[in-house]
């Protein structure tokens, strides 16, 4: 979906046509979060892995974050984020399995294990 040009959208269709999917998507790819309980369960049913590709602009820079997830074995997401600045170099990107730190932070580390807590979001 290109949304350029466009000030107001809205996503509108019947119950059950996606809207909802679309949303998550987009806030999944972004942080790693969706309104699932876990990231599993928002792979389609009867397959094993996911992917979202979503770019937007901020400012003069574009953006391209791409998510997966595969749920064989233990499950394992990945995260990579490119950016292009506004004469159209990419900056090579960052690669990890974390939701994007705030936008103050600079840093990306891996995924806290487990029994570990995420300063970055919270109890």
Not at 6 to 27: C, E, P, Q, T, Y
Not at 69 to 79: E, M, T
Not at 94 to 110: N, W
């Given at each position: 979906m290109d949304f350029s040009g466009?000030?107001?959208?809205?996503?509108?269709?019947?119950?059950?046509?996606?809207?909802?999917?679309?949303?998550?998507?987009?806030?999944w790819a972004l942080w790693g979060k969706a309104r699932a309980k876990r990231d599993d369960e928002l792979i389609h049913l009867g397959q094993t892995e996911m992917e979202v590709e979503f770019e937007f602009?901020?400012?003069?820079?574009?953006?391209?974050?791409?998510?997966?997830?595969?749920?064989?074995?233990?499950?394992?997401?990945?995260?990579?984020?490119q950016v292009r600045d506004p004469k159209g170099i990419p900056s090579g990107g960052?690669?990890?399995?974390?939701?994007?730190?705030?936008?103050?932070?600079?840093?990306?580390?891996?995924d806290p294990g487990p029994h570990?807590?995420?300063?970055?979001h919270g109890p």
């Open positions: 466009i000030d107001l959208a809205r996503v509108a269709g019947d119950n059950g046509h996606g809207k909802s999917a679309l949303l998550d998507a987009i806030i602009a901020l400012g003069e820079n574009h953006y391209r974050v791409i998510r997966k997830r595969d749920s064989r074995g233990r499950g394992q997401s990945s995260l990579e984020l960052l690669r990890g399995r974390r939701p994007l730190p705030p936008p103050h932070r600079a840093h990306h580390t891996q570990q807590q995420d300063p970055a």
